[in-house]
């Protein structure tokens, strides 16, 4: 599994340096079919708050152990599809933006301070940030997409940086290099003060 992961690291790693240039593309939000799932997946890939949290996710996974490797990733998923749903529908969340800011801040003291809560603690947090983040998504979907289409590419996508998540955080745990996932959580936590200083997209 790890030999995996090791051969196909290049090609995850050439996808994230190109996050920029393909943020929003103006010609899937025109389309229809293929294009709404082109464009759902590359949503998550459209903020530095959204990327950070979602790779966050799969390191915290690996740093609890056990279930948490399937159930914080599925916690995150499917509060994001509910999120998704609720900011396509119209409905108001003042405390999206708020939520997003703090997923970032408490992922990041969970990860530098190795936090081992219960697992439903651990996954009803990930599923709060999983629905800020879905909201934001599906407020910002465009009308003229289909809504299945582009949820289907969004979660393609958050699954494929959870795995990056698990991925990284496994092979730091096999090689014995597990304190640099903490060194990461205050990473992410410099990243949470910068966006609050300097926000980004």
Not at 43 to 61: E, K, N, T
Request: aromatic content about 10%; proline content about 5%.
């Amino acid at each position: 599994m790890i030999q995996g992961m090791k051969r196909h690291l290049p090609f995850f790693l050439i996808l994230l340096s190109a996050w920029p240039a393909m943020a929003h593309p103006p010609q899937f939000h025109a389309m229809n079919g293929v294009g709404a799932a082109q464009a759902g997946f590359l949503h998550p890939f459209s903020g530095l708050d959204h990327l950070v949290v979602m790779v966050a996710v799969g390191l915290w996974a690996v740093q609890l152990g056990g279930r948490a490797l399937w159930i914080l990733p599925c916690s995150f998923v499917g509060s994001m599809i509910v999120g998704g749903i609720a900011g396509l529908s119209g409905i108001h969340l003042a405390v999206v933006e708020s939520g997003i800011l703090a997923s970032i801040v408490l992922l990041g003291v969970a990860l530098g301070m190795a936090w081992r809560p219960s697992l439903p603690v651990a996954a009803a947090f990930v599923g709060m940030a999983g629905l800020c983040h879905g909201y934001a998504h599906g407020s910002e979907m465009k009308a003229d997409l289909i809504p299945a289409l582009f949820f289907a590419g969004m979660v393609a996508a958050t699954a494929l940086l959870h795995g990056l998540g698990l991925g990284g955080g496994l092979l730091l745990q096999r090689r014995g290099f597990m304190v640099m996932t903490r060194m990461l959580g205050f990473l992410v936590l410099a990243f949470a003060v910068y966006d609050f200083l300097c926000p980004v997209a």
